[in-house]
């Protein structure tokens, strides 16, 4: 589920213009501690809404999409509704997939992504629908053409199947590309402050050991419009860098990682690398020079764990001493306490 999404994001992800109204929308078949199905709504990558089959209801998550439904009762009353449809139509939908690719027992997962991206410069639009069955892409409509399509020979039945619905496709065209953008447009002022803050992240070299790579990791920044690398002599570099994806923090920031093959760097030369962080929005850069003094690192050198020769010595005599005192009280005890066996013997005799 989480590669289904992430590939999503990596799809669709917002740019330095575009603004999003996103579903994320999932049915889980089977028995599960789970919600049987759950839908959460974001704007620009901001999750402001949810509902699932437990709570039987959609409630918005962030401040300002509250004062939406405050200003407009009937949107909250419209996301309930559709929450509970859209329930039905997956449980409905999943006994098909089941049925379509001979599956009869188990536990199954559909997802179902969809919303609309608006240029607000160009006033481009452009409205997206697809699904995810047990965590890989499955079918998806192509909304100029409006047919489906899929990666998957198991889903060509479905796809000739979906395409016979005519009325459903226009449906779906008209709210993606019209009733959706006029949404988000309308929900936009309400958050643009908080949709258009930034936050700097902290920025750390980190190390597991001393043949590891070196890793530049930077979290706590917002938007997720950033950029990570290193540089060395001022120009970027890509030989011997490992970059990796920008990933959610817990509560609402991002972070990410670009790590350095420092094997293949001579120590005098470590200065001349430099981690960059840039932010969108944000005109200064932070920048980190490659310092061995600044790595964080918990290993620790399996020579640490030896004592030294001075230590032991010492250790030794503490040693030799308390076996001496040990020895010495056993020996008084020795004197104290004499065998007396062979006195009882001779007045057993008398």
């Not at 089941?98 to 919303?115: A, D, V």
């Not at 920031?253 to 760097?265: A, D």
């Not at 290993?299 to 030294?308: A, D, G, K, R, Y």
């Amino acid at each position: 589920m989480k590669t289904f999404l992430t590939l999503i994001f990596l799809c669709h992800g917002a740019s330095a213009v575009k603004h999003s109204l996103k579903y994320f929308l999932t049915g889980i078949s089977g028995t599960t501690n789970s919600p049987e199905f759950a839908g959460i709504a974001t704007i620009d990558e901001v999750e402001v809404g949810h509902c699932d089959s437990i709570i039987g209801k959609a409630e918005p998550i962030e401040d300002w999409a509250r004062k939406v439904v405050n200003n407009n009762p009937q949107v909250l009353e419209w996301y309930a509704k559709e929450c509970l449809v859209h329930q039905h139509f997956f449980k409905a939908n999943m006994e098909v997939f089941k049925q379509r690719l001979n599956q009869t027992e188990g536990s199954h997962i559909l997802q179902r992504l969809s919303g609309c991206e608006w240029d607000d410069e160009s006033g481009e639009i452009e409205g997206f629908d697809q699904y995810g069955y047990d965590g890989e892409d499955f079918i998806a409509l192509d909304m100029q053409a409006l047919t489906w399509i899929t990666p998957k020979a198991q889903a060509v039945v479905i796809k000739h199947l979906w395409d016979t619905e005519e009325a459903r496709l226009d449906l779906v065209k008209t709210y993606y590309l019209s009733e959706c953008p006029t949404f988000l447009k309308e929900y936009l002022p309400y958050g643009m402050s908080f949709l258009q803050r930034t936050e700097r992240p902290s920025v750390s070299l980190l190390q597991k050991t001393p043949s590891s790579l070196v890793s530049c990791h930077a979290t706590g920044f917002y938007p997720d419009r950033a950029d990570l690398f290193w540089r060395k002599d001022g120009e970027e570099i890509h030989e011997g860098v490992e970059k990796g994806e920008i990933l959610p923090n817990h509560d609402g920031t991002f972070q990410m990682n670009s790590e350095l093959n420092v094997l293949l760097i001579k120590h005098e030369d470590w200065r001349r690398y430099e981690c960059v962080f840039q932010l969108y929005g944000v005109k200064d850069d932070i920048i980190t020079t490659l310092d061995k003094t600044e790595i964080q690192t918990n290993w620790v050198s399996p020579s640490e764990f030896l004592v030294s020769p001075a230590v032991g010595g010492a250790a030794g005599v503490v040693l030799l001493l308390v076996l001496s005192g040990f020895l010495y009280c056993c020996r008084r005890k020795g004197a104290d306490f004499q065998p007396v066996r062979g006195d009882l013997g001779k007045e057993e005799e008398s």
